[in-house]
Structure formats: structure tokens, C-alpha cells
């Protein structure tokens, strides 16, 4: 294990040479390396030769990249993610990048290059379509979240994972923007001119915050499964024929319906956004309906996948039982409704913006999709436990949401 | 940190004047010791002085005593004992026994000698009553269970604590033996001969399975509070003046509704087994009806103190919420009921009895007094989510118990 230092360009081009395969036989003379990192945390390098050999070299910072030196954060969270990658790896291999190499010294993984694909939220916000991409995060979701709980893992060896995954700096980020800022006026949001009376009518809702108060305690205590942790549209690379999620280094043991929520959450905001982004009526109409059938199809995709997992692989014979499985199934859909509409009001008010709703150009528009999201986010966490199915879900979302 | 070696006593002995300073300036020839350990896990032994100054020495064995080198345990849980005992210790100095040394490598921990308090579960089964026990009870219970969740500890420190207490052993014997064994004809039931036909229709109420595979999912999953995690009556010393809790090794984070649900169950234990001790009516009566007043004592102090602490003393602002915090006690409730109500049940039918009933010398009064217990744990399991308040519960009881 090496002392870890920085990586420049030149660092990590020696590293990947180093430590894969991949370019094993090719002059070193022949590769390039650039830092094509645009996250908030880490460093990212693409090495790569002219004949299409290429490969991502991650290394974690000792501080939040967008912040800077002045909020450090462990290098432990790359092992997380590794650590995290490579159980996600083994149960969906097709919807992950491959891992080449992990060396927790130096904070850096080695994985597959995924230039051929573009990431999701870019691809939304243009109002692209990805057959796969629905089906295969039901898959990803059903299958990373059922095979890592206790209805399938043996006792021990779940909770040694939930020591192996306690995860307090990135989990600490998620509290505070997802659960605390947007509630209360605080100097971490980032809230639109002309936004400020609505924002404040949300810090002043009582039963929305103490809707959010439990969500964000089951967040901290549900030790259900092991949790990407951050399944927005930003951690999801989409070609036509393939999904890969990336970045798990929130990954941690959480309630089940965070990481569906998430991922729900970050389609209703593009549903959102493209009132002030698809500027055809007709065009922009049957997209969002598109995008209902996919909220719906991801649901109904999850739940009839982790079903088939729960009658054939639970291990637990306590809990192989029919009615107590239903009322967990229930309480996934409930938790991810509230989780999707907190992701919603964060976006909107709090710190981290999406560019379904910041690249909107005209100011009314933007205003109007932000009041959208609010007001669907609001509906989301204030009636999830009244919302039986998808259905009304989805008549709850056309309802409010008259423009 | 010593190599591990099983102690004999006079290694007990040597053990206990090397590493405290209780007994300086004795003559070791004047200190006895004896091995005095009654429990299912571990050696205990007395170190003592003519004198009358005394200590505990506890050494974990390298499996379970009461089964035999056939069940290994590793030496771990004397350090999650340990650990657990001196964090109690911080919170409720007055109600735990002081931990005079602790060492990891012999898997050790010497501490105060209570030979003048008596073990609960012997009181309780003499009829014998305790002014300070209840409110002491619900002291501890609000007390560390509060101040090791999230509602007051730093969101890294609690995880981290998380870490500290994963105890996969010793929680697979709570798992098994609480929740799974007295489901089902299990080979480790300990069925009363006459028995056989009323645990059998436990077995097929499915009803009642489905609601105790939800109390063990919320066991399995619900990190709230760091659990004692064996609150019977066996773990507790009592004088007049004084109450003990002893035996932290099961110590994890779990749901707090479970040490309060462990407690309640073992008076209920008592109460039932009560028809058969007890022989004069009138007597018996009186006493069963203090118990019933006990726990309405028990939890009403519980909740009146946490909810002091709730007010007082939570640290994250978005927990700092109103309805939030009586939708919590609410669901601490809620799991009280459910665990009570297990723990009636497995000490009727699984392997670990208590005496409450297996001393009623009377064959037909100790089934009728099982029946009892099986009677209040499955409606308690059952109608825990009806059951409002403790009027209700007690309303309930003495409906259930028509002898």
C-alpha cells in the first residue's frame, strides 16, 4: 500500500500503466492522461492511447473538491466505493463499471473507461429517450438492495457489512442537504431571486417537517440495505444498449426506499424542468408523459423483480412469510415516495442544483418549473402513506401540477 | 493486553490483586475465591476478604457455557460488555455495578461485588417487592437509550458507536431464540409435557408469524439506540435501596422498544407465573395487581423522562420537531408491546424458561399459568398497534386472564 500523495496527469498515467494490464506492450510515449473531473469530490483522469485503449484512474481528495481545503474529508470514502462498486459489480456485472485495480493507500481506483456513454442528466435535460435504461435500474435497484439485506445475506456476515459500510462523512453531507438546509433558511441554500416567499412558506411547514423528521431518522437508523447512496441523474452513464451507475462512494447500510426515491425524485424534476426546457407543446406533452410511464415502469419493475426475490431467495425462514412481505414492500414504497420528495425540494432550494431546472433560460419558466417541483415534493412526503399505488401517484402528480 | 487463558480461581484471585487496588495492603493468603456463575455464557468469580471488601471476576469463556466447546462464541462479547458497561456507567452511575478493570486479551472485567443486592428474577419469584426498582428502571432505560441515539449524539459518534457494538454472536441467539424457535417445531423448544397441542397452534397462527417477522426485521434492521439488549429479570440486582443492571454482553444498536418490551415481559412473566407461586388468593391478588400498577409506573416514568430529554436535550434540529417526537414515542410504544409480548412467548415454549413458571410445583397450575403468558404475548404482538395507552393494555390483560 503507497503513501498516498496527489495524482498529477503524469502520476496517474504511470499508475494505470503500472497497475493494469491494459496497456501492457504500448509505448508510454503513446498515452495521454487529462483530469476530466467535474464533481464535487475527487479527482478524475481519463488515460487513454490513440487506438481507443482507455481507462479512468478515481483518487479521492483529503477535502470536498468544490468546497476546498477548508472541509476535509477522509480518503476512507474510497474504499467505500470500491468496496461498494465491487459488491454492486458481483450482482448486476452489466451495470456497473468494471474495477481494474483499488489501492486504498493511495485513494485511487482503476476503472472502465465509459467515454461511449453520456451521463443521464445531460441526456434529459436534452429530452433523450434510453430504452434500457428503466429496466435496468429496476434491475440494479431490486437487485443490489434485496441481496445485501437481511432477507438474503446470513446475520453475521450482514452485519459485519454494516460495520464495513458505516460511511459518517459522506452520510453527513446527505443529512444536511437533504434533510436539514431545505427546511430551515439556511446559508447553504441557494435559492432563485424572485423564489423567496415560496421557500420561506416551506421552512414554516410544520407537518411537511414533521414528515421530513422521519424520514431523515429512518435515514439514520434503518439498517435495511446496502445503499448507493446517491442514485441521481448525474451518477448514471446511458448509451442506447447500456446503463452504468457510477460513483457509490455514499454508499452505506439505509432504508431501501432512498435509492428509488432518488432516482424518482430526479425524473419528476426533469418532469419539472421541461416546462421551461422543451419549448413544443405537443413535443414537451408527450415527453412528460413519457417520463410518467417510465416513473411507472421503474416501480412496477423493482417490485415485481424484488417479489420474485423474496418468494425464492429468502434465506431468513422467520421472515419467508407472505403477509409480513407485502407490509415490507409497502413500507419500501412508502419511504421511497417521501425520499423521492425530498430529492425534489432539495434540488429546488437547497445547495445542490439540477440543470433541469437552473438551465431553463427564461426566469419565468424556471420559476414556475421550481414551483412545480416544490409542489410535487410537498404532495410526495405530506401523503405518501395514502397513495396506494402508482396510479395515484401519478393522477396526484397531472393534479397539481395545472401548467 | 495478556494472552488468553482460561482462569481457575486462584488465577482469578492473582488476576483481581495484580490489576486493582482493592486489595492492597491484604495479605493475598487471607483472599478466597470461588467460581459462582450461574449464567449460560461466562465464568464468574468472587474474590473476597474476611474483611468484607470483595469483587467480580468475569471472564468470557471461548463458547457458550451451556451448551458446551460445541458453540463457540468469540471473546469479543466481553469487550462489547465492557464497553457497553462503562457508557451506561457515564449515564446512570447509580445503576450499574463499577467496572474496576477491563483487558481485552484475557477477555476479563473485574468489578463491584453485589453479594448484598439479590438477583430480580428470585425476588420476583418470592413475591418480594422493591420501592426504588421501577423508577430506577425507567431512568435507565430513558436514560441510555436517549443518549446513545441519534437524538443526542453527534451523527459520526453514533455511527461509529454502530461499529463499536456490532455484535453478530451474541444478537444470532436473541435472533434465533426470540423470534424464530417458538414459531416453529424446533428441535431447542422446550415444550411442558401437556403442552404440546397449545404451542402447536402457535406454530399455524400465521397472523401472529407475520407480525413477529416485522419486530424481527425491525431487531435486524433498526439501528436507534445502543441496546442493554437482555433486560429480564436475570440481569438485575435489586436491594431496597438500590437497583444493578448487570450483564450488558448482548449490548448492540437496535430498537429501543426492545429493552423496555424485555422488561415489561419478564413482570408479565411474573404475573402469570404468580398463579401458581402464590397460594393464598387474596395475597395474590394484591400482588399482581402492584405488578400491573408497576408497569403502568414503568412506562409512564419511561416516557415522561425521555420525553423530558427530548425537549431538553435533542442536538439535531431536524429532529427538534413536535409531532415528530410523539409519532416516536409512539412507535417506541409500539415495539415495547411486540417485544414484551415475545418474550412472553419464547419463555413459555422455547429453550430458555424461567422460573416464574418452571418452579410452579403444581403441574396443572404451571400449564394454566403458561397458558396466561401465551395468551397475553400473542395479543400483545397482535393488538400492539390498537392498543393506545397503558389503561388499554392493562384493560386488555385482565380481560385475557379470566383465572
Known amino acids: 500500500m503507497a503513501v498516498y500523495k496527489t495524482f ?56 470536498a473538491r468544490c468546497v476546498g481545503e477548508s472541509w476535509p474529508l477522509t480518503l476512507d470514502r474510497a474504499r467505500i466505493e470500491a468496496e461498494a462498486m465491487l459488491i454492486e459489480s458481483e450482482l448486476c456485472p452489466a451495470l456497473v463499471p468494471t474495477i481494474y485495480h483499488y489501492d486504498a493507500g493511495m485513494a485511487v481506483t482503476i476503472m472502465e473507461d465509459l467515454s461511449d456513454h453520456v451521463i443521464l442528466r445531460q441526456a434529459m435535460v436534452a429530452g433523450e429517450h434510453f430504452p434500457r435504461l428503466i429496466d435496468d435500474m429496476a434491475r440494479f435497484l431490486a437487485d443490489t438492495l434485496f441481496f445485501t439485506s437481511d432477507l438474503y445475506l446470513d446475520q453475521q456476515q450482514k ?10 462523512e459522506l452520510c453527513k453531507i446527505t443529512e444536511d442537504l437533504f434533510f436539514l438546509d431545505p427546511y430551515c433558511d439556511h446559508e447553504r441554500n441557494n435559492v432563485y431571486p424572485g423564489f423567496e416567499t415560496r421557500a420561506a412558506a416551506l421552512w414554516h411547514n410544520e407537518a411537511l417537517k414533521a414528515e421530513v423528521a422521519e424520514l431523515k431518522f429512518r435515514f439514520l ?16 452513464f446511458v448509451r442506447q444498449d447500456s446503463t452504468k451507475v457510477i460513483d457509490a462512494e455514499f454508499a ?21 424542468g421541461q416546462w421551461g426546457l422543451m419549448a413544443a407543446e405537443d413535443q414537451r406533452n408527450a415527453y412528460r408523459s413519457g417520463l410518467l410511464e417510465s416513473i411507472d415502469q421503474l416501480w412496477s419493475g423493482f417490485a415485481e423483480r424484488f417479489s420474485e426475490h423474496l418468494s425464492q431467495s429468502t434465506r431468513d425462514p422467520s421472515l419467508n412469510n407472505l403477509r409480513w412481505q407485502s407490509r415490507l414492500l ?74
Open 330 to 403: 409497502r413500507g419500501i414504497w412508502q419511504d421511497t415516495l417521501g425520499y423521492a420528495g425530498c430529492e425534489l425540494i432539495r434540488r429546488t432550494v437547497g445547495l445542490a442544483h439540477v440543470k433541469d431546472l437552473d438551465s431553463i433560460a427564461d426566469e419565468q419558466r424556471r420559476l414556475q418549473a421550481a414551483e412545480q417541483a416544490l409542489i410535487l415534493g410537498e404532495a410526495l412526503v405530506l401523503q405518501r402513506h395514502e397513495l396506494d399505488n402508482m396510479a395515484d401517484v401519478l393522477a396526484m402528480l397531472v393534479d397539481k401540477v395545472r401548467y
Open 159 to 168: 452485519k459485519a457489512r454494516v460495520a464495513q459500510f458505516i460511511n459518517p
Open 252 to 272: 452505506y447500510y439505509g432504508p431501501m426506499g432512498f435509492d428509488i426515491g432518488s432516482f424518482i425524485g430526479n425524473m419528476l424534476l426533469n418532469f419539472c
Open 221 to 236: 437508523t434503518e439498517a435495511q440495505a446496502l445503499l448507493h447512496g446517491d442514485v441521481h441523474a448525474g451518477s448514471i
Open 8 to 63: 498529477q496527469p503524469q502520476d496517474a498515467l504511470a499508475y494505470a500503466v503500472a497497475h493494469t494490464s491494459l496497456f501492457e506492450g504500448l509505448d508510454p510515449a503513446t498515452l495521454s492522461c487529462s483530469e476530466i473531473g467535474d464533481g464535487n469530490l475527487n479527482l478524475v483522469f481519463k488515460v487513454s492511447h490513440p487506438s481507443g485503449t482507455s481507462a479512468i484512474v478515481k483518487q479521492a481528495l483529503p477535502y
